[in-house]
């Protein structure tokens, strides 16, 4: 068995998709989407456009709070990385926190610190 790793994630952007809601055959809620980031970055001394999207999938209470967001919402999450599936090996972020940054939903946040 391999250690325990690292394996945390932080990013700010765009709610861009919103799934529906499906269950865990034990009944805890689970829902898929998609976040959009655009930022600059430095690497090597230059600066860098930076463009992206990546699934995204919340769990419990985190997926009931992002299963009212709205589409375009600014949000910064945290969690980790883990494989789509046993077939697909796309990575995809497990929510851990959802923050919103800024509209109606400013201040409202989920932890599993709770």
Do not use: C, W
């Amino acid at each position: 068995m391999q250690e325990a790793g690292r394996n945390s994630f932080e990013i700010d952007g765009i709610l861009t998709e919103i799934g529906q809601m499906r269950y865990s055959p034990g009944g805890v809620p689970v829902l898929a989407g998609r976040i959009e980031h655009r930022s600059k970055q430095v690497e090597a001394g230059l600066s860098r456009d930076v463009e992206l999207e990546l699934q995204v999938v919340a769990v419990g209470d985190k997926a009931k709070l992002l299963a009212v967001a709205r589409l375009g919402s600014a949000a910064r999450l945290t969690g980790f990385f883990a494989a789509k599936s046993l077939r697909s090996r796309v990575p995809v972020l497990h929510i851990d926190t959802i923050e919103f940054l800024e509209g109606t939903n400013h201040g409202i946040q989920a932890s599993n610190e709770a």
